[in-house]
């Protein structure tokens, strides 16, 4: 009861004030530099901010889902009441990984049926974002491959930041700076516009499984995004995927899968894997894990690379309550029985029924229409930009910015980017592919309204016409 009394007297404290308004703007005396923010939000509700900016009386339309994580906007009911009777249960709120509860097993099991590996896998999800499990992953399979010393990467790749992610990582080698392994970039798997389309392998395809064919016999993996969102968008095709799949197997590399970024509903599938129908040796979950609602991450893989003694294994026991978090996202995207009755007619009650990914291909075709015309209308409007390509898929997509004479131009798609938040009141974000940025990067939270959303592209509208 205490707890409950003091929550009731400290709601206030985290309001809006004039005191925290002028904190934030003097940050500048205190902060890194490359993370002093542009605008200040105080209040959210799905994919709607409040904020300190003057235009469209402070509202920012989120379609970037935050750091493209946010699945489910901000401040999911369903998420947030589970959060907060846990906090209120007197349960443990964090353990060794000596001492378990329920909900330690609860989610891995639930992990691990969601990724559709298959029975001979096991789940690590004692780590605490994207990079920690790349890392992890990483060291299984170099544990389990010992003595091959090369890791197999692409070019375009991101997979995080560290050691390790820094090795495996293209767009991020001018970070390495020291490594154990030798990494070899394979060229980016060629582009296509739609997973489902059949099609044959490229050729430029086809160089690439015959040169890892030559250099696979000292590789200890290959690790790969089922789609580059930080080059660019480019979507590797399904006939790749598979014959990637089949070569690994062949020269038996650990195949790894970062789904950082694709897993957990962004394309309609809780996973890349599922989407494709392609499983990897090791999957790596993350971001949209807990939605953003605390850190965590999680590895599948399978069993033969459990009697590894990989670094990291054992360090952390997890944040029970991002466990909650993400057992309660789980429950938003595919549904759950576990329905209070009290709620079960209510428009949330449905939700929890079906599971919001039953609404997918309707919020996938609204975004689809309104890039679709968002391009048609630039392009016959403005007078310096235009937009090229659309890559990507489901609710994440790239919108490639080309200059009025159709060439890339990272100067002006960062302008835009800056603009839209500003003067336009929408965040969308950029590819951290370094100088070679010419895209928009959308992440769409799957709770956004069609109304939302076409309000959101009409200001988009508005500013790229103006530019």
């Given at each position: 009861?205490?707890?409950?009394?003091?929550?009731?007297?400290?709601?206030?404290?985290?309001?809006?004030?004039?005191?925290?308004?002028?904190?934030?703007?003097?940050?500048?005396?205190?902060?890194?530099?490359?993370?002093?923010?542009?605008?200040?939000?105080?209040?959210?509700?799905?994919?709607?901010?409040?904020?300190?900016?003057?235009?469209?009386?402070?509202?920012?339309?989120?379609?970037?889902?935050?750091?493209?994580?946010?699945?489910?906007?901000?401040?999911?009911?369903?998420?947030?009441?589970?959060?907060?009777?846990?906090?209120?249960?007197?349960?443990?709120?964090?353990?060794?990984?000596?001492?378990?509860?329920?909900?330690?097993?609860?989610?891995?099991?639930?992990?691990?049926?969601?990724?559709?590996?298959?029975?001979?896998?096991?789940?690590?999800?004692?780590?605490?974002?994207?990079?920690?499990?790349?890392?992890?992953?990483?060291?299984?399979?170099?544990?389990?491959?010992?003595?091959?010393?090369?890791?197999?990467?692409?070019?375009?790749?991101?997979?995080?930041?560290?050691?390790?992610?820094?090795?495996?990582?293209?767009?991020?080698?001018?970070?390495?700076?020291?490594?154990?392994?030798?990494?070899?970039?394979?060229?980016?798997?060629?582009?296509?516009?739609?997973?489902?389309?059949?099609?044959?392998?490229?050729?430029?395809?086809?160089?690439?499984?015959?040169?890892?064919?030559?250099?696979?016999?000292?590789?200890?993996?290959?690790?790969?995004?089922?789609?580059?969102?930080?080059?660019n968008g480019n979507t590797p095709t399904r006939i790749?995927?598979?014959?990637?799949?089949?070569?690994?197997?062949?020269?038996?590399?650990?195949?790894?899968?970062?789904?950082?970024?694709?897993?957990?509903?962004?394309?309609?599938?809780?996973?890349?894997?599922?989407?494709?129908?392609?499983?990897?040796?090791?999957?790596?979950?993350?971001?949209?894990?807990?939605?953003?609602?605390?850190?965590?991450?999680?590895?599948?893989?399978?069993?033969?690379?459990?009697?590894?003694?990989?670094?990291?294994?054992?360090?952390?026991?997890?944040?029970?309550?991002?466990?909650?978090?993400?057992?309660?996202?789980?429950?938003?995207?595919?549904?759950?029985?576990?329905?209070?009755?009290?709620?079960?007619?209510?428009?949330?009650?449905?939700?929890?029924?079906?599971?919001?990914?039953?609404?997918?291909?309707?919020?996938?075709?609204?975004?689809?229409?309104?890039?679709?015309?968002?391009?048609?209308?630039?392009?016959?409007?403005?007078?310096?930009?235009?937009?090229?390509?659309?890559?990507?898929?489901?609710?994440?997509?790239?919108?490639?910015?080309?200059?009025?004479?159709?060439?890339?131009?990272?100067?002006?798609?960062?302008?835009?980017?800056?603009?839209?938040?500003?003067?336009?009141?929408?965040?969308?974000?950029?590819?951290?592919?370094n100088d070679e940025v010419h895209t928009l990067f959308?992440?769409?939270?799957?709770?956004?309204?069609?109304?939302?959303?076409?309000?959101?592209?009409?200001?988009?509208?508005?500013?790229?016409?103006?530019?």
């Amino acid at each position: 009861m205490m707890i409950k009394k003091l929550v009731f007297l400290l709601e206030s404290k985290y309001y809006k004030n004039n005191k925290t308004a002028a904190f934030i703007n003097n940050s500048k005396q205190f902060l890194d530099p490359k993370i002093i923010p542009l605008i200040y939000a105080y209040s959210s509700k799905g994919i709607s901010l409040k904020t300190d900016n003057v235009i469209h009386n402070g509202e920012v339309l989120d379609f970037a889902g935050q750091t493209v994580t946010c699945i489910l906007g901000q401040n999911d009911p369903w998420v947030v009441a589970n959060m907060i009777a846990f906090l209120l249960s007197g349960r443990p709120s964090f353990l060794s990984t000596k001492i378990g509860q329920e909900i330690y097993f609860t989610l891995p099991k639930k992990i691990k049926d969601i990724s559709k590996m298959n029975e001979d896998c096991f789940v690590n999800h004692r780590l605490n974002n994207g990079s920690d499990a790349i890392d992890f992953a990483i060291n299984l399979a170099y544990e389990y491959s010992r003595g091959k010393k090369k890791l197999i990467s692409f070019k375009g790749s991101y997979h995080g930041q560290g050691h390790l992610p820094y090795g495996a990582s293209h767009l991020q080698s001018h970070r390495r700076f020291f490594g154990t392994f030798d990494t070899i970039f394979l060229d980016a798997p060629s582009h296509t516009k739609d997973i489902n389309r059949d099609q044959k392998l490229s050729k430029n395809d086809s160089n690439i499984l015959e040169k890892l064919t030559l250099i696979g016999k000292d590789a200890f993996a290959v690790i790969i995004e089922p789609i580059q969102f930080n080059n660019n968008g480019n979507t590797p095709t399904r006939i790749f995927l598979q014959n990637l799949r089949s070569e690994c197997n062949r020269l038996d590399i650990p195949l790894i899968f970062d789904e950082v970024q694709t897993g957990w509903g962004w394309l309609g599938k809780m996973t890349a894997s599922e989407y494709y129908g392609v499983w990897p040796d090791i999957m790596v979950v993350s971001k949209s894990l807990t939605a953003g609602y605390g850190p965590l991450s999680a590895v599948i893989a399978r069993r033969k690379f459990s009697f590894t003694d990989a670094f990291g294994a054992r360090t952390n026991g997890a944040d029970v309550r991002s466990l909650v978090a993400a057992l309660a996202v789980i429950d938003r995207l595919i549904g759950t029985r576990d329905i209070p009755v009290e709620i079960i007619d209510s428009q949330l009650g449905k939700e929890l029924k079906s599971g919001l990914l039953i609404d997918f291909e309707f919020k996938q075709q609204i975004l689809m229409q309104q890039i679709k015309k968002l391009r048609k209308e630039v392009n016959s409007e403005a007078k310096h930009i235009r937009i090229g390509q659309i890559k990507g898929n489901g609710l994440a997509r790239m919108i490639e910015i080309q200059d009025k004479n159709r060439h890339f131009n990272s100067k002006l798609t960062k302008q835009i980017q800056k603009k839209l938040l500003i003067d336009g009141g929408v965040f969308v974000r950029l590819p951290s592919n370094n100088d070679e940025v010419h895209t928009l990067f959308i992440k769409m939270p799957i709770v956004a309204s069609e109304n939302q959303i076409k309000d959101g592209f009409q200001r988009m509208k508005e500013i790229m016409i103006h530019i």
